[in-house]
C-alpha cells in the first residue's frame, strides 16, 4: 500500500476527486493526522464511513516500528526504529524550558565516518525517504511528554545534503500550515560541509538555520576528524559559507564538538577565532560526547571555559552546549550501534 505521507495536500485531493469525494475531506486527513495525531483512518470520526474504508484500504500512515526508547535523567527520550527493509534509524526528542526539539536522522548509517560520531561505524546503507523522515517528526510530536514540539533539527544519523532532495522536501512539508505548521527558523539542518548542496540550498528561499560541523580550525587536524575535508578543505568551506550568509542574510553556526588532547587547546580556539572573524556566525561549543568504540572523551571543564572565553575576545559570538541525555547514549547512533552489535 502507498504511504499517506508521501503525499502533498494537492496531490490527496487529487485522489479524492477521482474517487468521487469532496477535496475539502483531503485537509480534514491531514489535520487528523498532523495536528491530532490521528494513526487510524477509523478514528478520523468526521469523514463518512465508505471514504475511511477505502483509505484504510488504500494506504498506511504507519511504516516505522518502535524496537526501544530511552529516557534520560535530564528528560532526553531516545527512540530506535526498525524499517520496512529491516533497517534501524534513530530519532531524539529534547525538552527544554521554553522549547522541545525533535532531532531526526535522515540516512541509514553515513558515508563520512567523522572520528567522534557513532552514525558511521557501521557504514552507510541508504537514504532515508521523505515519509520515513515525515514519520519521525509525527512520531515524535505525538510523544513530546505532553509539550507542543516547537524545532526541528535535521542532525541524527546521515548527513543531511547527502539527502538533499528528500530533506528539502520534508523540510517544506513540516513547514507548511496544513501539517506541522513549523516556522522555518524553527528549522535546521546539520552538515559536516558538503559545498555544492550548501551554495544550492542558498537558493531554496527558505528560511532555515544552516550549522556547519567545523570542529577544527586547520586542514590537518579536521582531516583527522572529517574525512570530508580532504574533499572540501577549510578554506573553501569557509569561502562558501561566507557566500552563503552573504545571499541569505542569514547567520550560520558552526558547531565545534571539543575532543581532549585533540582540538581543545587555546592555539585551536586562536585559530577559530581567526578564520570566522568578521562572519555573522556563532560558534557552538558542544564538548564530546564519551564513545569508547571511538576512544574519544571531553576535556575538563577549565580547558572548555578557557577555550569559550578566547573566543570571546576575539569577538566572536558563542554558545556552550553541554552534552544531554549522556545516560541512555543519546549521541547519534549509539543506540542503533548498541543494537546491531547484539
Not at 26 to 34: G, L, T
Not at 274 to 291: D, E, F, Q, R, Y
Not at 292 to 306: A, S, Y
Request: with cysteine; charged share 25%.
Amino acid at each position: 500500500m502507498q504511504d499517506i505521507k508521501g503525499l502533498d495536500l494537492k496531490e490527496l485531493e487529487k485522489i479524492l476527486t477521482g474517487w468521487g469525494e469532496q477535496p475539502f475531506h483531503a485537509r480534514q486527513i491531514f489535520s487528523w493526522i498532523y495536528k491530532k495525531g490521528a494513526l487510524d483512518f477509523e478514528a478520523m470520526s468526521d469523514l463518512p464511513s465508505g471514504l475511511r474504508r477505502s483509505l484504510k484500504e488504500s494506504f498506511d500512515i504507519l511504516s516505522l516500528k518502535l524496537i526501544q526508547s530511552l529516557k534520560s535523567s535530564d528528560g532526553t527520550k531516545k527512540f530506535l526504529f526498525e524499517l520496512k527493509d529491516h533497517n534501524f534509524m534513530e530519532a531524539v526528542i529534547i525538552p527544554a524550558q521554553k522549547r522541545v526539539t525533535g532531532c531526526i536522522s535522515t540516512q541509514v548509517g553515513c558515508k563520512f565516518a567523522c572520528r567522534f560520531c557513532a552514525s558511521g561505524t557501521l557504514g552507510f546503507k541508504r537514504n532515508l525517504t521523505s515519509p520515513e523522515m515525515v514519520e519521525e517528526v509525527l512520531y515524535l510530536k505525538n510523544n513530546s511528554q505532553g509539550r507542543k514540539l516547537t524545532h526541528i533539527v535535521f542532525m541524527g544519523i546521515g548527513e543531511p545534503l547527502d539527502n538533499y532532495d528528500n530533506v528539502i522536501k520534508t523540510i517544506r512539508f513540516i513547514n507548511s500550515h496544513h501539517t506541522f505548521n513549523i516556522g522555518a527558523r524553527r528549522i535546521t539542518i546539520s552538515t559536516s560541509g558538503v559545498i555544492p548542496a550548501i551554495k544550492k540550498l542558498s537558493g531554496e528561499g527558505l528560511q532555515i538555520e544552516l550549522s556547519v560541523s567545523l570542529h577544527s580550525a586547520d586542514d590537518k587536524t579536521r582531516s583527522r576528524l572529517m574525512p570530508i575535508n580532504k574533499i572540501y578543505p577549510l578554506k573553501d568551506l569557509i569561502s562558501a559559507c561566507r557566500e552563503y550568509i552573504k545571499k541569505t542574510n542569514r547567520q550560520i553556526t558552526f558547531e565545534y564538538v571539543l575532543i581532549k588532547d585533540i582540538n581543545s587547546g587555546l592555539p585551536d580556539a586562536r585559530n577559530l577565532g581567526k578564520i570566522l572573524k568578521g562572519m555573522n556566525c556563532k560558534a557552538n561549543l558542544i564538548p564530546c560526547n564519551v564513545i569508547k568504540e571511538l576512544n574519544v572523551q571531553p576535556p575538563q571543564k577549565p580547558e572548555i571555559l578557557l577555550f569559550r572565553d578566547c573566543l570571546l575576545k576575539s569577538g566572536i559570538n558563542v554558545t556552550l552546549r553541554m552534552p544531554r541525555g549522556e545516560d541512555i547514549e543519546a549521541a547519534c547512533g549509539q543506540l542503533r550501534l548498541r543494537y546491531e552489535e547484539k
